[in-house]
């Protein structure tokens, strides 16, 4: 088994490295340069048709897309400590949670990503398309209403799905590390919830190796 990755701070490929190191098992990395355009190469392609990172290649040859569900296999493998539930009730608001983060934070802080940011418009430029800026721009009131949401729910209690940190923490902190990065953090007055990425970003598994970073190393250590 294998995992085709990129460093931070790429967002998707680092919730299965945190995902890794909170069950302390290490698998091969196959480092897959975005930046090199490895992840639009026809072997690659043959993976993942959608041509993103993370894959997870098992070794009879399958491959698995999908953060989350490169995740969801990993815990039937690996079930402690458990990150996605262990009970129904557990297991449904983790994937509510999940769902919620993925809508409301990953996916404005991504619209920011593509429509506005100056690194993106050569990329968009090249490919021969557009960045549709004002649209762009809209996403900022989408992720801060995302992000008021979490902070009303995490005035009672600890984590983003319950009292234990799971993996709806994981997709939330990777996708607000990635906004931070950006230009597209979390607002000044959602107390709780900066509270929770100050405990979240505290735990051994949300510090990376920063000489593997994309960024330069002031930046890396900026966003770790
Ligand atoms: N929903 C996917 C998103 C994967 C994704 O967008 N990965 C980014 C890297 S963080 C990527 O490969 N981007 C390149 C592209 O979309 O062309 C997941 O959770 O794995």
Request: charge should be neutral; glycine fraction near 6%; include cysteine.
């Amino acid at each position: 088994m294998k995992l085709y990755d990129e460093n931070d701070p790429a967002p998707n490929p680092r919730r299965v490295r945190i995902f890794l190191k909170e069950k302390g098992v290490e698998i091969p990395l196959v480092h897959t340069s975005l930046g090199k355009l490895k992840h639009k190469a026809p072997e690659f392609l043959e993976k993942n048709p959608l041509g993103q990172l993370p894959v997870l290649e098992l070794d009879d040859g399958t491959c698995i897309s999908e953060s989350v569900s490169i995740c969801r296999y990993l815990e039937s493998l690996y079930p402690e400590p458990p990150l996605f539930g262990s009970d129904a009730k557990e297991s449904a608001l983790i994937d509510m949670w999940i769902r919620r983060a993925e809508f409301r934070l990953m996916q404005p802080i991504g619209q920011i990503w593509v429509n506005t940011h100056p690194f993106t418009a050569q990329v968009v430029a090249a490919r021969g398309g557009r960045q549709y800026t004002e649209y762009g721009e809209s996403n900022r009131a989408v992720l801060a209403s995302g992000c008021k949401l979490l902070d009303r729910e995490l005035a009672s209690r600890d984590y983003i799905a319950g009292d234990h940190y799971t993996m709806a923490d994981i997709v939330a902190q990777a996708s607000l590390d990635f906004g931070r990065l950006i230009g597209a953090g979390i607002p000044e007055q959602c107390a709780n919830l900066n509270a929770w990425y100050a405990r979240v970003r505290a735990r051994p598994s949300a510090t990376e190796d920063l000489s593997r970073s994309l960024l330069k190393p002031k930046e890396a250590k900026a966003i770790s």
